[in-house]
């Protein structure tokens, strides 16, 4: 019976030319556990200048490919959430991956795949970017998330609140089937 390793050798410049010198880019990968990436890039933008000798970072790039497209954009969104006013531009590509497969037990026993993979960046700046770039999306203010979320239909008024205009069926109640 063959064991198989393999390495993966992939080509992928940065799609954002002329950032900032020093930018954050974190590379999500599909086993990186989403606290750890959060907790470093969290600490790194928002560090004061001078304090721990390092200075803030005003940009910070998330880049996964294949199965960690997902959690791209999650810590994207988590770091847009807590943060607040980063703008955000996003860029969508297909990257060609080469994985060569090596048989452990030596010999000729070698397999070569490539495979085309989607691939996500998305930059996050507290400086603003050009709005006319494809994939831009402006910060968000804290009222045009609540306003979204109220919607237009006086939820906001004096005392009521967010959710009191769904009603919730009881389990008492029978239930209906549709023949």
């Known amino acids: 019976m063959k064991h198989w390793t393999i390495r993966e050798v992939e080509d992928s410049p940065c799609p954002f030319p002329g950032l900032l010198p020093g930018v954050l880019e974190m590379r999500v990968k599909e086993g990186s556990k989403i606290r750890n990436l959060m907790g470093f890039a969290m600490a790194r933008m928002q560090?004061?200048?001078?304090?721990?000798?390092?200075?803030?970072?005003r940009?910070?790039?998330?880049?996964?490919?294949?199965?960690a497209v997902t959690k791209t954009i999650t810590c994207a969104?988590?770091?847009?959430?807590?943060?607040?006013?980063?703008?955000?531009?996003?860029?969508v590509r297909y990257k060609s991956v080469r994985?060569?497969?090596?048989?452990?037990?030596?010999?000729?026993?070698?397999?070569?795949?490539?495979?085309?993979?989607?691939?996500?960046?998305?930059?996050?700046?507290?400086?603003?970017l050009d709005p006319l770039e494809?994939?831009?999306?402006?910060p968000e203010t804290?009222?045009?998330?609540?306003?979204?979320?109220?919607g237009n239909d006086g939820l906001h008024q004096a005392g009521k609140r967010p959710f009191?205009?769904?009603?919730?069926q009881s389990e008492t109640q029978p239930k209906r089937f549709c023949p």
Do not use: N
């Not at 560090?47 to 970072?57: D, V």
């Not at 009191?164 to 919730?168: E, L, M, P, S």
């Open 99 to 128: 994985e060569v497969w090596e048989s452990q037990e030596g010999g000729d026993g070698e397999m070569t795949v490539h495979r085309t993979v989607p691939s996500i960046s998305i930059l996050l700046s507290k400086d603003p």
């Open 134 to 138: 494809p994939g831009y999306q402006p």
């Open 47 to 57: 560090c004061e200048a001078g304090s721990s000798g390092q200075a803030s970072l």
């Open 142 to 150: 804290q009222t045009a998330l609540w306003e979204e979320r109220e």
């Open 164 to 168: 009191d205009h769904i009603a919730i």
């Open 59 to 67: 940009q910070v790039v998330f880049t996964g490919s294949g199965r």
């Open 77 to 91: 969104e988590i770091m847009k959430r807590k943060m607040g006013g980063l703008h955000q531009l996003t860029k």
